[in-house]
């Protein structure tokens, strides 16, 4: 099944300048609404992608079913939002392949998973452009696997870690490389320099996500392609390390890291430009491609 946020016509002509999303199942007739079902019949409609996931483990049939019936709206008639809920926590690991840069030097791997967070508003969705900052030409892009969880959790098992994922999606770990050595923080969040979508594939369709290829093409032309299976740390090590630092909630993303290939890394760097189109694809997941643009600022 797949699982995303919409936006119809009404909700951008909504006042404000965040107009609202709705939460969506692909159909096979077109997009079924969620918001307000309650496909589990356990009293709480659903409000969020999280309620959706919980669902979509707790009671896959009974969601399934609700997409093989009348669809809300036509694909026409939406655009894709961010398959995240507004405010969800973003939880990275990072340096989790065995690659030379940005680290440089002798690659050693990590004793444990490297966390750092990306807050709202670093990332767009599917279609939309990502932004080159005034204040650097180093925009680099990272294809990433990214898990968003559907069962809570704490001190979770490695053992038992994949059955509290509730699906997957495509991420893009958009990084401003000089920015990157003033901190990790700085350098990953950005504004709009980062991308996920175009939306989350639940964990049912996904047997292994060791099995699973991560794929990066500027203009058409592959950068990046690697093995979930090269990770350093797989996925069901993440979740158990992170679950240690805090319980994990429904909706929850955690990115996994990306392999070599990235613009910094060829000699001399190949930095993303206005005007670039950026692929990011996980094959049995999806395509999450967006355009380039410079940032545009005010009275500037």
């Known amino acids: 099944m797949r699982l995303f946020r919409f936006r119809t016509g009404a909700d951008v002509h909504h006042h404000g300048d965040d107009p609202p ?3 969506g199942l692909a159909g096979s007739a077109g997009v ?4 307000g079902r309650d496909p589990a019949g356990i009293g709480r409609p659903i409000a969020t992608l999280g ?13 399934a079913e609700l997409g093989h019936g009348p669809a809300d709206h036509s694909w026409d008639d939406i655009g894709l939002a961010i398959p995240a809920d507004p405010g969800a926590r973003m939880l990275c690991a990072g340096a989790n392949y065995h690659k030379k840069y940005p680290l440089g030097g002798v690659v050693q791997a990590p004793p444990q998973p490297v966390y750092f967070n990306k807050p709202p508003g670093t990332l767009v969705a599917d279609g939309e452009a990502l932004v080159r900052p005034v204040v650097s030409e180093q925009l680099d892009y ?10 809570a959790g704490r001190h979770i098992s490695p053992d038992d870690a ?16 000089n920015w990157q050595r003033h901190s990790v923080a700085a350098g990953k969040n950005f504004y709009r320099s980062g991308s996920m979508g175009p939306w989350i ?10 099995s699973l290829e991560v794929i990066c093409r500027v203009n058409g032309e592959e950068r990046q392609r690697a093995s979930v299976g090269e990770m350093i740390f797989s996925v069901a090590e993440v979740i158990s390390y992170l679950s240690k630092v805090m319980p994990l909630e429904p909706g929850d993303i955690i990115a996994t890291g990306s392999p070599e290939g990235t613009g910094g890394s060829h000699d001399p760097p190949m930095w993303l430009i206005p005007g670039d ?14 355009p380039v643009v410079d940032e545009t600022v005010p009275g500037s």
């Open 21 to 23: 999303t709705r939460i």
């Open 201 to 210: 594939c639940t964990a049912d369709e996904i047997e292994d996500p060791a």
């Open 51 to 63: 309620h959706a996931l919980a669902d979509a483990l707790a009671a896959p049939a009974a969601l």
């Open 277 to 290: 189109r950026v692929e990011f694809e996980i094959p049995g997941i999806g395509v999450l491609s967006n």
């Open 162 to 177: 994949l059955e509290h994922v509730g699906g997957y999606t495509v991420l893009n770990d958009g990084s401003v490389r």
């Open 142 to 151: 990272e294809v990433e696997l990214a898990v968003v969880i559907g069962r």
């Open 32 to 35: 079924i609404e969620l918001g």
